[in-house]
């Protein structure tokens, strides 16, 4: 499994300079992309995320995975992620994937060190693990920006193709980049 993720993290190194221009230009895109209708819950079900399993128990900056880029604040901001309980034993390597319809994987991003400690303004990016077969372009997630929930992407929208397009590099764990053992590893 070691050996498994350090060629993930070649390959995903090796796709770095690629992404990191298509980022630059997809973050000045991003401002009209579109979205889809909602298909996953209200932002009630991500109220209380605070009281999730916390996937990374220390908050994490720089660019563990190789191809984070321009998005998610950047390889300066520290982010923090939670999952529910509906896919907290995938993440934790106890089941086996893909995720159960109903996981929620919600990303907290602080601009910096001073953001973090203050819990001030965190952007937050969430994923929906949907029934099968609502959304197959996305590998039937549901790619939100926002705590409000407003902004959705499934389908061919273009959030969901900004997303999943990036994501994809994660195919093998079910679009998720940080589970509790890739922390581990990279700590
Ligand atoms: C250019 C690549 C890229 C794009 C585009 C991208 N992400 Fe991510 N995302 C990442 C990386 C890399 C991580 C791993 C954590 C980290 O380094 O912050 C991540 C982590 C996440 C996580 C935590 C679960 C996980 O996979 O680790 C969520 C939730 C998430 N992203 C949502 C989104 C949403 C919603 C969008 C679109 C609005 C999006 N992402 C677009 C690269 C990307």
Known sequence: ????????????????????????????????MSTSPQIGPDASAWSDYLSWYKVTPEA???DPTGVLGAVHDGRNAFRQIYVNSVGAAVNRGTQGYPYPAGTILLKESFSDAQALAARRNPDLTIMIKLATGQSPATGDWEYVMGADGSRRG????????????????????????????????NR
């Not at 090796?14 to 401002?31: I, N, R």
């Not at 061919?156 to 900004?162: I, L, N, T």
């Open 60 to 62: 994490v900056t720089g």
């Open 1 to 32: 499994m070691q050996s498994f993720l350090k060629y993930r993290q070649f390959k995903m190194k090796a796709m770095k300079l690629k992404l990191v221009t298509m980022a630059g230009l997809l973050a000045v895109l991003s401002a009209c």
């Open 154 to 185: 499934t389908g061919d929208s273009g959030q969901a193709a900004f997303c999943r397009n990036c994501h994809l590099y994660a195919a093998a764990t079910d679009y998720n980049f940080i589970n509790s053992r890739f922390f581990a590893n």
